[in-house]
């Protein structure tokens, strides 16, 4: 979608945590029948982080992404209208994103939480760009954050050798057109296919002993892996695709093509579909497996540090995963 915009969107800074405690493949072996053969080879995943001891939570990881993006930019937590938590491991159902508001002491934002799984940095990044386009709000802080640890089901070899926790944040402030970083878009959900991987409430087989209604709790992380894998290397290619062509941009003008890190395979069929060269395509997954919504966040942020993402690249972001849903958005960056 172009965007028939009133102001532009300027991005001020990226910033990321990741917890201590790593978990490498041959930690997983002695846990589970595998190998850190099958799940690098099948993955590129060698090690991921998690977030250990009592009482942490996504929003210790996410108020230390946000923090360290803010460290970077000249604006004061108090300056910030808007706070998005991207994410699908609260620690509260009503919601977490209030908690960092609270934590980071920006007392005139309001903050909210956005489940989009591992698209939801994707989906959080367009949200808070329709507010700062119409001038609404000026600054709007976007989080990806999520601790998959938690509800991963440990003695599952087919999912507990994806999933990692992690942080990611970025600053985003209302500018000119003329400055605008954000070019364009394009979402999807199909509801049809979300049992190809859920975290779904499981009900009590019977109901509560006066009322009829069954109670329950959230199950483990289920994934059928095939399934998934074949949605994301049909749809995502395809999202980029249209992004690209609503906005005149031509694939050779690529300079870095940034996709969720789920999986190596899936993010070198997607850049060999679209005939992207490989070498344009930015990938941490080794160090900190899928870390859903913080994914791309905590990818950016590496990125921007290292220097590889440069002034005036243009980058193409998608995400992808469970709904199920997926989405693409281009940058051009500013540094
Ligand atoms: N270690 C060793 N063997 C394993 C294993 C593991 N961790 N997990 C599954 N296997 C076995 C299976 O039991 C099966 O054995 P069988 O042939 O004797 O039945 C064999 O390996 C192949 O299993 P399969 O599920 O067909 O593997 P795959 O090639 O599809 O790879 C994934 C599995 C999960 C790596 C792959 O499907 C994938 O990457 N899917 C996308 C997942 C994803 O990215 N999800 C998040 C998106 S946001």
Redesign the pocket.
Known sequence: MTLLSMQGVKILATGSAIPHSVLNNHQISNM????DD??TT??GIEERRLLTGENKSVVDLGTLAALKAISKTNISPLDIDLIILATSSPNDLFGSASQIQARLNASKAVAFDLTAA?SGFVFGVVTASQFLQTGSYKVVLVIGADVLSKWTNWSD??TC??FGDGAGAIVLQNCSLEKNQLLGFQLNTDGLHWNH?KLSYKEESKPHSSLNIYQGSFNYIS?N??E??KF?VSQVPLSIMKCLQSLDISVSEINWLLL?Q??E??LTAVADKLSISRSKVIMNLNKYG?TSAASIPLALDEAVCEHKIVNNDIVVVSG???GLTWGTFVLQWRS
Not at 32 to 35: A, D, G, K, L, R
């Open positions: 589970v029948e595998t190998s099958w799940i099948r993955t591992c070899r087919n050798i994806l991987l994934m892996g095939k998934v894998y994301a969720h789920a999986n395979r899936i899928n992808f995963g469970a």
